[in-house]
């Protein structure tokens, strides 16, 4: 319904609050369903979802909960809690969002500000990920900057820009002709508003193209206006599926994924932040799950992989058997997979740890620092952290060339991490107690 709980965080504290609500109830009756249907309508509509969205919700639940047999071997708060859940996944669309691994033509449309520019250099980046060649088409020749920043954004992720031609038109014509990489992201100029200017240019280079995906990418902030836009959108080309970006600094995010499932267009993408990897494939169950905290350790996996992690050293730090001896490439490689928040957000039942302020913000000059302290270390100092003690500290201080805080300071980060991963246990999370009894209801797939 919205995004994880660092974004959207009215609503994922209120969502998941819900949730704990039902839990704590004495006794799951008429009145304390309609109770918490009550609380859910509050919180959607102050997230901007449409009246009428929010209105058929709770009736669809009242159905489920007061009007229909209580299904056999499940407590009534138990499937007062799925119930809830899968309505919320079914207002954001139930199916998972396709898109396909091969050689394709891809055309992002919008309107000026949307972040197309951004989101095809995101989508180059999925793409890579993926195992498949990309390279970015510059065809906004409306905005004086667009060129420039499409060559810097490809310059960044080491994809090629084509940005030959005057006309849109003509410089998807050269770069089609031009192009070897499997996958072609064509960014287009933008308005305030869908113009006649706007939509003949959008009409004659979708011809050009001949795209297999057209995407419009819709900001997390237009709320339920997304569907307005959505429905303009598709009048005038054929979209294929939406894209919502800015998921990370909007209360309206919930409203403009729930108005875009409505449109008959699916949401395929979404946007979490300005990292190049917070964007992915948009799963409305593997999603909402993660909001109301019950992670996705799937998702985990898969960034783990992209920053070049493999599997079975990410499930080992998973589990906090962190030793010093791979610490460092361990915190290299977590940093690649964005924040330390969004990965702890991913994890079951550890979206609610509160990080100390700056915590893993560690400069590339620091990380230098820290790799002459740990090679300073005894292999026994590094496979068994707890035995430095100062004496060591000293000793090590002074065969690294760094100070005693330095070494202190990586002792600490060392600790709070172990600690930290170690909490959650990673998938075994998953396989024992409430939160997989429920996981295995709702139908969560997260191992």
């Given at each position: 319904?919205?995004?994880?709980?660092?974004?959207?965080?009215?609503?994922?504290?209120?969502?998941?609050?819900?949730?704990?609500?039902?839990?704590?109830?004495?006794?799951?009756?008429?009145?304390?369903?309609?109770?918490?249907?009550?609380?859910?309508?509050?919180?959607?509509?102050?997230?901007?979802?449409?009246?009428?969205?929010?209105?058929?919700?709770?009736?669809?639940?009242?159905?489920?909960?007061?009007?229909?047999?209580?299904?056999?071997?499940?407590?009534?708060?138990?499937?007062?809690?799925?119930?809830?859940?899968?309505?919320?996944?079914?207002?954001?669309?139930?199916?998972?969002?396709?898109?396909?691994?091969?050689?394709?033509?891809?055309l992002l449309?919008?309107?000026?500000?949307?972040?197309?520019?951004?989101?095809?250099?995101?989508?180059?980046?999925?793409?890579?990920?993926?195992?498949?060649?990309?390279?970015?088409?510059?065809?906004?020749?409306?905005?004086?900057?667009?060129?420039?920043?499409?060559?810097?954004?490809g310059?960044?992720?080491?994809?090629?820009?084509?940005?030959?031609?005057?006309t849109?038109?003509?410089?998807?014509?050269?770069?089609?002709?031009?192009?070897?990489?499997?996958?072609?992201?064509?960014d287009s100029?933008?308005?305030?508003?869908?113009?006649?200017?706007?939509?003949?240019?959008?009409?004659?280079?979708?011809?050009?193209?001949?795209?297999?995906?057209?995407?419009?990418?819709?900001?997390?902030?237009?709320g339920?206006?997304?569907?307005?836009?959505?429905?303009?959108?598709?009048?005038?080309?054929?979209?294929?599926?939406?894209i919502?970006?800015?998921?990370?600094?909007?209360?309206?995010?919930?409203?403009?994924?729930?108005?875009?499932?409505?449109?008959?267009?699916?949401?395929?993408?979404?946007?979490?932040?300005?990292?190049?990897?917070?964007?992915?494939?948009?799963?409305?169950?593997?999603?909402?799950?993660?909001?109301?905290?019950?992670?996705?350790?799937?998702?985990?996996?898969?960034?783990?992989?992209?920053?070049?992690?493999?599997?079975?050293?990410?499930?080992?730090?998973?589990?906090?058997?962190?030793?010093m001896?791979?610490?460092?490439?361990?915190?290299?490689?977590?940093?690649?997979?964005?924040?330390?928040q969004?990965?702890?957000?991913?994890?079951?039942?550890?979206?609610?740890?509160?990080?100390?302020?700056?915590?893993?913000?560690?400069?590339?000059?620091?990380?230098?620092?820290?790799?002459?302290?740990?090679?300073?270390?005894?292999?026994?100092?590094?496979?068994?952290p707890?035995?430095?003690?100062?004496?060591?500290?000293?000793?090590?201080?002074?065969?690294?060339?760094?100070?005693?805080?330095?070494?202190?300071?990586?002792?600490?980060?060392?600790?709070?991490?172990q600690?930290?991963?170690g909490?959650?246990?990673?998938?075994?999370?998953?396989?024992?107690?409430?939160?997989?009894?429920?996981?295995?209801?709702?139908?969560?797939?997260?191992?």
């Amino acid at each position: 319904m919205a995004i994880n709980c660092m974004v959207l965080q009215n609503f994922g504290q209120g969502l998941k609050e819900l949730f704990r609500k039902i839990a704590g109830m004495p006794v799951v009756d008429e009145n304390a369903i309609e109770s918490i249907i009550k609380e859910m309508q509050r919180l959607l509509l102050q997230s901007d979802v449409d009246v009428l969205l929010v209105s058929q919700l709770s009736k669809e639940i009242r159905q489920k909960m007061l009007e229909s047999k209580l299904p056999a071997g499940i407590s009534m708060r138990d499937y007062f809690t799925k119930t809830l859940y899968s309505e919320i996944v079914g207002l954001l669309g139930r199916e998972k969002a396709v898109i396909e691994l091969k050689r394709q033509k891809i055309l992002l449309v919008g309107l000026f500000g949307s972040g197309k520019t951004t989101t095809a250099g995101k989508l180059a980046g999925w793409f890579r990920a993926k195992g498949l060649s990309a390279a970015l088409v510059a065809c906004d020749t409306f905005r004086p900057a667009a060129k420039e920043q499409l060559r810097q954004i490809g310059q960044k992720i080491n994809v090629h820009v084509y940005a030959d031609g005057k006309t849109p038109a003509e410089i998807a014509k050269k770069a089609i002709e031009a192009s070897k990489e499997d996958i072609l992201i064509f960014d287009s100029a933008g308005r305030d508003a869908l113009d006649q200017d706007l939509a003949k240019e959008l009409k004659e280079l979708a011809m050009q193209i001949e795209a297999d995906e057209i995407l419009l990418v819709l900001p997390a902030d237009m709320g339920q206006v997304a569907r307005k836009q959505a429905g303009e959108f598709r009048k005038l080309v054929n979209i294929t599926g939406i894209i919502v970006t800015k998921l990370d600094g909007t209360a309206k995010g919930g409203a403009a994924l729930a108005a875009a499932a409505v449109t008959g267009s699916a949401v395929k993408f979404i946007g979490l932040g300005e990292h190049i990897g917070d964007f992915e494939l948009f799963e409305p169950e593997r999603f909402v799950g993660r909001l109301i905290g019950y992670g996705d350790i799937k998702r985990l996996l898969e960034k783990a992989k992209e920053a070049g992690i493999e599997e079975g050293k990410a499930e080992k730090m998973l589990e906090g058997n962190l030793t010093m001896n791979d610490f460092l490439d361990q915190l290299e490689a977590m940093q690649k997979m964005g924040s330390l928040q969004k990965i702890t957000e991913m994890i079951p039942g550890f979206s609610n740890v509160k990080l100390p302020a700056g915590y893993l913000d560690v400069q590339e000059e620091k990380m230098k620092k820290w790799k002459y302290v740990i090679q300073s270390m005894t292999k026994g100092e590094r496979e068994n952290p707890e035995i430095i003690r100062a004496g060591r500290i000293a000793r090590i201080s002074k065969g690294s060339g760094a100070s005693q805080q330095d070494v202190r300071e990586l002792l600490k980060n060392y600790k709070q991490t172990q600690k930290l991963l170690g909490m959650a246990k990673g998938k075994k999370a998953l396989k024992r107690g409430p939160l997989a009894s429920l996981a295995k209801q709702f139908g969560i797939n997260m191992g």
